[in-house]
């Protein structure tokens, strides 16, 4: 007799379960498949995109470069907000109910979208509306056009980084590295070409063209996955996942508004300074190196959150065992991806152009604060996959006012773009040592709970 048909007939949920497990992949397994397939894929996708900002910083100049970054960095500041938030929630439960609970998938979807739709929509109309003001206090009036280009690049990344989270959350590594292959391809000519005929204006037309050929790509192979599980959206239900909302996404959402609101405030005092265009523009192409070098770090991330986040409650002593090593791992890399910055920063940072090699120490900081932020972000991805995020708001409320007061001196004495990265630094350190201290506790709470529960049941 069919296997399938004793389990449905006798003891489907739990049978069906047992036999969902045997089927998977191990966990070292499922990591290593996913952080091929994404190495592979957004390796190729940022060395494109790496290569296409070399260009358009050498077509732009420092200056004009500094102001087409402060754009962008708006835009994927918001985005990462979004991200972050919604993101990381949708993930978290598309990865725990994708084989048990299809309809409740659907739901987290829809919810995500929706959300998503709304909340882009209001913080793009709002970004829409200040750009004018913004540009005065930047003494850039004439900017106040590419600003307001900025509004629609900022409600399609925030749109796009949902896209990502579904495709997380239903672990398409393999896809996701095929849609960032083709889009960083296509990045290098439509880059260069917008720049250069167009300006600053073509260098954001060029981005915006960029992220809606990655949403078009990652609407079709989400479908893809939709009808291989035999999930269907449910927007009309999709109210009853209020709860996630308020436990878990507007937590993440207020912690990172905080903190990535504070690096663009600390960003637009530098370019409020003597020379500050140039500071400005410095410190973006040190980010972009920056970018491209923690590709594999921040994929390692991605990958390990859903896996972390598929292993759930069934087996306490596999996840915290999968938590050392994941952040072991993660740790390693980062510190293999930072030691080049540091030694050769004067060389990398001369890729932009002669003029960007004058302040290349920015990038050796660059380089520490980035594995400082890989640490920060494995121990974040465990508290949210704990439920603990109101906790990481304290935490992180914490951290900025060390930030605040420290880039308030450095950049009082003209630290400039190497004093933001300083302060930026020692809350990053403060952050992960508060994190891992309550983890400590937390999961030795947990297994003196779970040794009791033994006990008692053994009576």
């Known amino acids: 007799m ?45 060395v494109f995109t790496f290569i296409a900002m070399i260009f358009v910083a050498r077509i732009l100049g420092k200056e ?115 849609i960032s292959v083709i889009v960083g391809i296509l990045s290098l000519p439509i880059h260069v070409g917008c720049t250069y005929w167009f300006g600053e204006s073509g260098a954001v037309a060029a981005m915006i063209s960029c992220v809606v050929l990655n949403i078009v790509i990652s609407n079709l192979f989400i479908y893809k996955n939709l009808n291989k599980y035999k999930i269907r959206y449910k927007f009309s239900n999709c109210y009853s996942e209020l709860s996630v909302l308020l436990n878990s996404n507007l937590p993440i959402m207020l912690g990172c508004t905080l903190y990535i609101g504070t690096q663009l405030l600390l960003q637009m005092i530098l370019r409020l300074q003597p020379n500050g265009a140039e500071k400005l523009g410095e410190f973006y192409a040190a980010q972009n190196i920056q970018i491209a070098f923690f590709v594999i770090p921040a994929l390692l991330s991605t990958v390990f959150f859903p896996t972390l986040c598929e292993i759930g409650g069934t087996n306490q002593g596999k996840y915290w065992q999968t938590v050392k090593k994941g952040l072991g791992l993660q740790a390693i890399v980062a510190l293999i991806m930072m030691l080049p910055m540091i030694l050769f920063p004067k060389f990398l940072m001369k890729l932009n152009g002669n003029e960007f090699s004058n302040n290349s120490l920015i990038l050796s900081f660059f380089a520490i604060w980035s594995f400082i932020n890989v640490l920060c972000t494995a121990v974040w991805q465990v508290m949210i996959d704990q439920k603990k995020s109101w906790i990481c708001i304290v935490i992180t409320i914490c951290e900025i006012i060390i930030i605040l007061i420290l880039a308030y001196f450095l950049l009082s004495n003209y630290w400039n773009g190497i004093g933001i990265l300083i302060a930026l630094t020692a809350g990053r350190i403060f952050n992960f040592i508060a994190i891992i201290c309550y983890l400590q506790k937390y999961s030795t709470a947990q297994n003196l709970k779970r040794e009791q529960q033994l006990k008692l049941s053994m009576l």
């Open 64 to 178: 004009s470069f500094g102001e087409i970054g402060l754009v962008r960095s708006t835009a994927i500041t918001f985005a990462s907000i979004s991200g972050l938030g919604i993101g990381m929630t949708t993930t978290k439960y598309i990865a725990e109910l994708l084989h048990t609970n299809k309809e409740r998938t659907g739901q987290i979807i829809g919810m995500t979208y929706i959300f998503t739709f709304f909340v882009s929509l209001i913080t793009a109309i709002t970004f829409y509306l200040i750009s004018p003001y913004l540009c005065e206090i930047l003494g850039k009036p004439e900017l106040t056009h590419v600003m307001r280009l900025g509004s629609l690049l900022l409600f399609l990344m925030m749109f796009l980084v949902s896209q990502i989270a579904v495709m997380t959350g239903f672990q398409d590594f393999r896809n996701l590295a095929i």
């Open 2 to 46: 069919n296997l399938s048909l004793i389990t449905n007939k006798y003891c489907p949920s739990v049978c069906q379960s047992f036999l969902h497990r045997i089927r998977q992949p191990s966990i070292g397994k499922q990591i290593i498949i996913g952080t091929f397939w994404s190495v592979v894929g957004n390796g190729f996708g940022k």
